[in-house]
């Protein structure tokens, strides 16, 4: 494995397909940040001021252990000298940084410590003033270490496949820094501003430059080289470590060789002297004194030192001393520059302090960030990775911010190992394997809606006292992967996999299935997925593909594998069979012109041709068939008729003549087949060509034709005239020689389904092949009683139709696939000494013979089979070359994951697993597969429940695909992106430009301002709220937009809660509940509200309703806690009342406790931050948010109905105080007295208990209740709440009496006119015996409120009178 900038073992990850970072933000998926966590964590950099500069030994300088040639430490080298960090080197075999006494970091951590602890930092590593050019920093960071490092170290190691990789890179870089003005990052066109991406990349040239290209090699890549050079020559830092300088040489290897691996004695830079005591050796102590000894580190080509020369040590004495003297200015400088800084931050303070001063604003309009947030951010960034974040060493930031929520709590919940279940644990087991991921490339906002399900359903369970285990893993993907990585290698090298041979081929799909597979658990974890990474399967794992050969096996053995010649759904242009899965349909309405690739011009669809055939016998004249694919017609070995067809009794069995090679063609009846209505009632056909055609050349044992090789040309059959011409330009010639004979009749129009290979694009042909099928018949019987037996739940319920529909209507599967990325299938080929070729046969061809197939695990089991089946012969055996379709493998994984056959630990305890959450497409190709497969080889059905999630499509309602530019990678709503860089995304796969720019376009339309951060906790709140129970998701990015807001009101509360609780605060060792002594009517509300939510929630959960369970617990934050129950409690916790204080201190420590907890599934990182911040109970045991329990209801001690209608009521009375005042537009500070007029006794003790909350909650003055009989105050605004209840405020002083009146008597007008009407309709004719009574007793309702509210405004008209 090569090493990552992190030190620890990696997977080497490229920027898609070895591409350099856009030029202002990282590539979509975006490389990991300072705080992102990559494949394998890197150790990121605790947060420290510049060390002093000191001698050898001193502990306040860094400390580090240099590897010869080690890129990384050359980079921490170069950085430290740019930033004036103190650092002293030891040479050694092991990078390794201490960066202060006994705190060790990587590569990764050490270089970002130097970066951002120094003098230069702002222009280095811009992280806190210019978030988005670290980011874009942090892109060029990442391709300099995962790519540019690993293909260099490759070469210098001897792959000689690793120069190709290099050259690529070097010519995206090369093109990168061509349009960015020879600049890494747009917007810089000097070398006087250096930044990390330069240290970067310049230090991972150094080998190439230095060491194996020639002036030849390195003019292929003049903006790479002017690029290094500039830096070299013209920057302090590089030259110090790489032989620049104003007169040093800028060292180039110089042999003629074009490319030539360093000698092993070779160093791009000098590695530190260190003595047998290992004492350390130079200091580089700032700029100035890197520069200080460019002699000693300059190094010739062949890697020797400089010779002693008196002449240059006086040079470099001078040159010294002026750097010295340069230094010192500048340092003066920057301590005035400080002093200047620390003036004016007193001065704003005081200007604070004084209450004159105003928010900073951005140029965009936005505030300035505010220094307490940035410190918290950086606080949050410095912790190490898998470190707990201590809350009382990282402060709470005023606003939240997911960057700084999300770091660090994931590696931290992965190494306390809250994510594995305890083995033999006495709790209930829940387990659930993950739909594995197709290796293809990066995960897209389908895959975040699947494991946004899984996930809150996994930590739901783990918290409800479930022993919960979830299986990583990722599905190789045969046809998908191997058609990337095959354009792959024909872009960027110009080969093909013929061309580096089966072994050598397979070896580059794992190099990238590493590089990708690694991003995607990369996503994965940003997602917060609490999987069990220990358990972490790949689907060609050595114990996947040891349950994949034995199921062939046991499968083959019982007669459900076999071998037969059979059609299949053949692509041409891959030369593969492929699944039903991978053909895209298009509804063609008639004749219409297609481009087809690898054809010359447009292919006409749509069409049907008729053509006659004439009999044998002349006397008999000719028979007219029509076809959708004239060029068929060469393999046609029958016409068939209805055998009640009266046009044709007289023919039956004749023969007629094929125009083109004389073969004798029968004339057939077959009723199943031909509908004597539609045409002529004769039919052509081709058995070895159409699927209907085949069955019906089994029922009549008809010769089956093939006239057409795997790629798609007319073979042998077709003669000399159509011989070689591809299929579709054979098509034109076959109808030109029908009109030529005379025999063809025309064409016309015909609606049609053209089936296209999802991959190519190429159309579909079904092709007469010897394959591998599986007799499915009785599995989909055993899997159907299932079903309805129960053992097997399929939710939602109305998918189970469509399951019995499949399943009793299922066919055999074809389960070869001609590929080389795959298990190759266990099956050997005999074939006999001596005999011909002939009579051999060929495996895969239409010469092959069926019965000369041994199966066997191994050649070894296969050859004793073979000497056991045909003794005392001499033979060889030949592996099929195909491999098996990608769905039998993952029709094994719910249990291969667990070790079967073998009886391992993990599938005694873990199988069957309790349910499989996927969407509702693949129910067949993968579902179905599972289920049929597990009862069949374990006995077991493999999950006990099915859940099937709708489909996610743009908020257009439109499918997602690349060419409409609606694809959306989830680390982009996480994280943010602008359009540009939205739009960058679109380049360099596998679009054409025209569909780039269009799809780029869409992009434009539908974010036009880009998408913003939002964070992965409203990323996943919003797509799991989206989820109903149905087929389709229209999703609106934008809309998780809001619930980023919503985390910033739930971050206030509890900010608020901290405030208020005070730092001494312990909570209840015992449950609140309604009866505690002391609770305010208030608190007592609330915890009746937290136990509804609760039952709602728990309920919605089991339900798998997850549209209910995120209303459920939303409504209760917002509504309850937030809108109600915080304000509130603001009165109690500011008066005098030292017993309410502590009880509502109480109440809401409890509600925020459980409604964290209630949260925590859904929103795992933002309820994690928070619960850590709140006090404990002495006695709770958790260590994480996510292993505490998760509330449940508890009626009997906190539901309290009565209350709640209660509370209700004054609410009703709120809304209407605030509708009252925006219709009078009382400004916000107005605090006018409310009245409310009760006529019944309930809504009077209702309202009494809580006038006060009325008059919190609307911001008014005096809330009074008052009697049926009592009248308010003249002056008063009024509405009529309900029958029992009007609202009244005093309005005196606050508006015109005159225009209050003019309103009340248009509404006065308006409500009699709905009177009338009313009245009209309830004295019709027989009203009181035709009408419902439930819907007379409605209109008396409604007629007793219009009839309160023409009495309130009359009252309210003659109290404004009064005022005038």
């Known amino acids: 494995r090569a090493r990552s900038m992190g030190g620890k073992d990696s997977k080497p990850k490229e920027a898609a397909g070895g591409e350099p970072p856009t030029q202002a933000a990282p590539p979509a998926p975006k490389p990991a940040s300072p705080k992102a966590v990559p494949a394998k964590p890197a150790e990121p950099a605790p947060a420290a001021k510049a060390a002093p500069a000191g001698p050898i030994g001193d502990p306040s300088a860094m400390k580090l252990v240099v590897p010869a040639n080690d890129p990384a430490a050359l980079k921490c080298l170069i950085a430290a000298s740019a930033g004036g960090v103190a650092v002293y080197q030891v040479a050694g075999e092991t990078f390794s940084a201490e960066i202060q ?54 070469f210098v190691n001897g792959d000689g496949s690793a120069r190709g990789k290099i050259e690529a890179a070097l010519a995206s870089v090369d093109a990168r820094l061509a349009a960015n003005g020879g600049r890494l990052l747009s917007g810089e066109k000097t070398t006087d501003v250096i930044t990390l991406a330069d240290v970067a990349v310049t230090a991972s040239l150094a080998t190439l430059m230095r060491g194996a290209l020639s002036e030849p090699a390195r003019a292929k890549y003049k903006h790479v080289a002017s690029y290094y050079v500039a830096n070299v020559s013209g920057a302090k830092p590089f030259a110090a470590f790489l032989g620049g300088g104003d007169k040093e040489p800028i060292l180039f290897h110089g042999t003629s060789d074009t490319w030539a691996v360093p000698p092993a004695s070779f160093r791009a830079f000098p590695a530190p002297s260190s003595s047998a005591e290992g004492k350390p050796g130079p200091v580089t102590e700032s700029a100035e004194g890197a520069a200080e000894k460019l002699a000693d580190l300059a190094v010739s080509a062949s890697g020797e030192a400089k010779a002693d020369d008196p002449e240059a040590a006086a040079k470099a004495a001078a040159k010294k001393a002026k750097k010295a003297a340069e230094a010192a200015a500048k340092k003066a400088k920057l301590e005035a520059k400080k002093a200047k800084l620390a003036e004016m931050e007193a001065a704003k303070k005081a200007k604070e302090a004084s209450g004159d001063a105003k928010p900073k604003k951005k140029k965009g309009g936005g505030k300035e960030a505010d220094p307490e947030d940035v410190a918290a951010l950086a606080a949050a960034r410095a912790v190490t990775l898998g470190d707990y974040k201590d809350p009382n060493v990282v402060p709470m930031a005023k606003t939240y911010d997911p960057k700084n929520v999300e770091t660090a709590w994931y590696e931290w919940w992965e190494k306390e190992g809250f994510f594995k279940p ?83 081929f397979l070896e580059r799909v794992f190099e990238w299935k590493d590089a990708y597979g690694g991003k995607i658990f990369n996503q994965l974890r940003r997602l ?60 063609l309405e008639g004749s219409t012109e297609l481009v087809v690739p690898g054809q010359d011009g447009k292919v006409e669809f749509g069409s049907i041709w008729s053509f006659a055939y004439e009999f044998e016998d002349k006397a008999l004249g000719k028979i007219v068939v029509a076809t959708t694919r004239p060029e068929t017609m060469l393999g046609d070995t029958a016409v ?110 015909n609606p049609m389904r ?51 529909r499949w399943l009793e209507n299922i066919r055999d599967w074809c389960i070869s696939r001609q590929l080389w990325w795959g298990h190759r299938i266990p099956a050997y080929y005999i074939k006999f000494e001596g005999e011909s070729d002939e009579d051999a046969g060929m495996p895969g061809g239409a010469s092959e013979k069926l019965d000369r197939w041994i199966i066997g695990r191994e050649e070894q089991e296969a050859r004793a089979e073979a000497e056991a ?219 009746s509200r937290l136990d509804k939510a609760c039952a709602s929630v728990n309920a919605a959960m089991e339900a798998y309703d997850f549209n209910a369970s995120t209303t459920g617990v939303y409504s209760f934050w917002q509504y309850d806690l937030c809108d109600v129950f915080i304000e509130l409690m603001k009165p109690v916790v500011a ?63 906190r539901a309290d109905d009565e209350l709640e209608s209660h509370l209700s009521s004054a609410l009703d009375a709120v809304k209407a105080v605030r509708a ?40 008014s003055g005096k809330t009074t209740v008052l009697g049926e009989n009592d009248a308010a105050p003249a002056g008063c605004g009024v509405t009529v709440v309900s029958e029992s209840l009007s609202v009244f405020v005093n309005l005196a002083g606050s508006v015109d009496p005159a225009a209050e009146i003019g309103k009340l008597e248009k509404k006065m007008a308006a409500t009699a006119k709905q009177i009338s009407e009313l009245t009209k309709k309830m004295q019709m004719d027989g009203y009181e015996t035709k009408v419902p009574e439930s819907v007379r007793r409605e209109n008396e309702e409604k007629m007793a409120k219009l009839e309160a509210e023409v009495a309130a405004a009359n009252a309210a008209t003659e109290d404004f009178r009064k005022l005038l």
């Open 101 to 154: 006494k006994g705190v060790n970091v990587g590569a990764s951590g050490a270089l970002r410590y130097v970066a951002t602890s120094g003098s230069s930092a702002a222009s280095l590593y811009p992280s806190a003033t210019n978030p988005a050019r670290a980011a874009a920093i942090d892109a060029w960071v990442e391709y300099a270490g995962n790519t540019l490092d690993v293909f260099v170290r490759a």
């Open 422 to 504: 305890t083995m033999g644990s006495d709790k209930p087991k829940f387990v659930i394997v993950i739909p594995p991921p197709n290796v293809t490339g990066a995960l897209h906002i389908g895959h975040a809606l699947t494991n946004s399900i899984q996930d809150t359903i996994v930590r739901w369970r783990r918290m409800s006292g479930y022993e919960a285990l979830w299986v990583p893993g990722t599905d190789h993907a045969g046809i998908a992967t191997q058609t990337v990585v095959e354009k792959k290698l024909q872009r960027e090298e110009g080969i093909s996999r013929h061309d580096l041979g089966r072994e050598k």
């Open 528 to 587: 917060g997925s609490s999987l069990d990474w220990s358990r972490e399967r790949f689907t060609m794992d050595d114990m996947l593909s040891k349950a994949v050969k034995e199921a062939f096996v046991r499968m083959h053995a019982e007669g459900l594998v076999y071998r037969d010649n059979r059609l299949v759904n053949w692509c041409c242009r891959l030369k593969t069979a492929i699944s039903d899965i991978e053909v895209d349909h298009i509804d």
């Open 640 to 749: 068939a008729v209805h055998p009640e067809d009266a046009r044709y009794t007289h023919v039956h069995g004749k023969m007629l003549v094929h125009p083109f090679n004389g073969r004798r063609i029968p004339v057939i009846c077959d009723a199943e087949l031909v509908d004597m209505s539609f045409g002529t009632g004769a039919v052509k056909i081709t058995p070895a060509h159409d699927p209907n055609d085949f069955d019906t050349g089994k029922r009549h044992d008809l010769d089956f034709v093939n006239v057409l090789t795997e790629d798609g040309l007319i073979n042998d059959e077709g003669g000399d005239r159509f011989k070689g011409l591809k299929r579709f330009a054979a098509r034109k010639a076959v109808i030109d020689a029908l009109d030529a004979l005379g025999l063809y009749e025309g064409k016309a129009a």
């Open 754 to 804: 053209l089936g296209l290979c999802s991959r190519s694009k190429d159309v579909i042909e079904p092709m007469l092949k010897p394959q591998w099928w599986v007799n499915c018949a009785a599995m989909a019987a055993d899997a159907c009683e299932a079903a309805r037996k129960k053992d097997l739940e399929i939710i939602p319920a109305f998918m189970e139709p469509t399951w019995f």
């Open 869 to 1087: 089946k045909f003794p005392n012969k001499a033979f060889t055996l030949e592996q099929d070359e195909d491999v098996l379709d990608t769905w039998f493998s993952s029709g094994l994984f719910p249990f291969s994951v667990f070790g079967w056959p073998d009886s391992t630990p993990d599938l005694n305890e873990f199988y069957p697993t309790a349910l499989l959450e996927t969407g509702h497409d693949i129910m067949f190709f993968w579902v179905a597969r599972m289920v049929m497969m597990g009862m069949k080889l374990t006995g077991k059905v493999p999950f006990k429940q099915v859940y099937l999630h709708a489909m996610v499509r743009d908020a257009h309602g439109r499918k997602m695909s690349k060419s409409l530019g609606n694809v959306i990678d989830p680390l982009n709503v996480i994280e943010g992106i602008s359009l540009k860089d939205l739009n960058a995304t679109l380049e360099g796969g596998n679009l054409d430009e025209k569909e780039v720019k269009k799809a780029q376009a869409g992009q434009a339309r539908d974010y036009p301002e880009g998408i913003p951060e939002c964070g992965t906790d409203a990323m996943r709140f919003a797509l799991v709220a989206y989820t109903a129970q149905g087929r389709d998701i229209n999703l609106d990015v934008l809309r998780v937009v809001g619930y980023r807001h919503w985390c910033n009101k739930m971050w206030n509360a509890v900010r608020f809660a901290m405030m208020n609780l005070g730092e001494n605060y312990a909570p209840p060792e015992e449950a609140l509940t309604k009866k505690s002594p002391g609770l305010t009517p208030a608190s007592r509300w609330a915890l």
């Open 1135 to 1197: 008066g005098d009342d030292e017993t309410a204080k502590k009880t509502t201190r109480d109440a809401l420590w409890t509600l925020l406790d459980s409604g964290l907890r209630l949260l925590h599934p859904f929103m795992p990182f933002v309820t994690e931050e928070l619960w850590q911040r709140l006090p404990r109970r002495a006695a709770e045991r958790a260590r994480s948010i996510m292993v505490a329990s998760y509330p449940i209801a508890d009626p009997a001690n």
């Open 1220 to 1259: 009252l005042r925006a219709s009078y537009n009382l400004p916000p500070k107005a605090r006018p007295e409310v009245f409310l007029v009760c006529r019944s006794e309930e809504t009077s003790g209702a309202l009494n208990l809580f006038a006060d909350a009325v008059s919190t909650l609307s911001s």
